[in-house]
């Protein structure tokens, strides 16, 4: 997840769903319309995502900041965006203490957050960050998974005695909600507790194709935790593994007649929530 000129050429699922998000529920977020209005985001990543979908809903002057938890990211971001007014990026991790990134940047009237809050362990410290975040009357939309079957890939290759000294951490990077019974109970829960009173949560069934291998193997390069504690060759050998494991869960089909290629079904629950503070 370091890896932002990897990410940002295979990150098609991502830039789907946020363009089909943003047109089903951006109307939600209750734009000014003034000089001073404000909009962070939570794990921009490469920043084409918050330029190519979130900024062209904004009104014209507005102040953007774009955040990750990787320093890597947020260079790649500053230096491809280096040209656009008004718009900043910086580092941010939004499951830990908030208080010297508050003082620098002050609340916000808007907040969104596309494929991110998944990877926090203790979404309750996340939401709490959102919505200390916001200035009062400010609104959030949030985009998270709750299940994938990357998760479950993950908990399996960890278990094998091959791939488990370097995944010893495998439940960091697997969604909270990926076994539960109730996610949208449990998100009603957080969000209540920490203060929001005004809130929807939608939940829906979708599902990405990746056509051929390489599509695949560069989808799975862009996001992995694990890579950099390989050398290039174990890289190599784990995402071989990482598609046997697809095979044998019958997510992927073949695409050519002879075989040569196939094509994987990712079917995912995704979780969209809409707040106010």
């Not at 490469?46 to 938890?69: E, K, Q, Y």
């Not at 050998?237 to 095979?247: Q, S």
Request: proline fraction near 3%; glycine fraction near 6%.
């Amino acid at each position: 997840m370091n890896k932002p000129n990897l990410y940002q050429r295979a990150n098609g699922l991502q830039r789907r769903d946020a363009a089909e998000i943003l047109e089903e529920y951006g109307h939600l977020l209750q734009w000014h319309g003034n000089a001073n209005e404000s909009l962070l985001d939570i794990g921009c990543g490469s920043g084409d995502v918050l330029i190519d979908f979130i900024v062209p809903l904004m009104p014209r002057n507005a102040r953007i900041l774009g955040t990750d938890v990787s320093e890597q990211m947020v260079r790649f971001a500053r230096k491809a965006h280096f040209d656009r007014e008004n718009l900043f990026f910086d580092t941010l991790d939004i499951g830990a203490e908030l208080d010297s990134f508050l003082s620098s940047w002050g609340q916000f009237d808007h907040i969104t957050s596309f494929y991110c809050l998944h990877w926090v362990r203790y979404q309750n410290v996340a939401f709490s960050n959102i919505y200390n975040l916001l200035k009062p009357g400010g609104d959030c939309l949030l985009v998270f998974l709750a299940r994938n079957p990357i998760f479950d890939i993950y908990d399996q290759m960890s278990r094998s005695s091959k791939w488990t000294k370097y995944m010893t951490d495998v439940d960091k990077y697997i969604s909270p909600y990926q076994h539960c019974e109730n996610p949208t109970g449990e998100i009603e829960e957080i969000l209540s507790s920490v203060g929001f009173t005004k809130y929807q949560i939608q939940i829906t069934d979708r599902v990405y194709v990746y056509e051929g291998m390489e599509s695949l193997k560069k989808a799975v390069q862009a996001v992995n935790p694990f890579s950099e504690r390989m050398t290039l060759e174990l890289q190599e050998e784990f995402l071989h593994d990482y598609i046997g494991v697809l095979n044998r869960m019958s997510l992927s089909k073949s695409c050519c007649e002879d075989g040569s290629d196939f094509k994987f079904l990712t079917p995912y629950k995704l979780v969209v929530v809409y707040a106010a503070k």
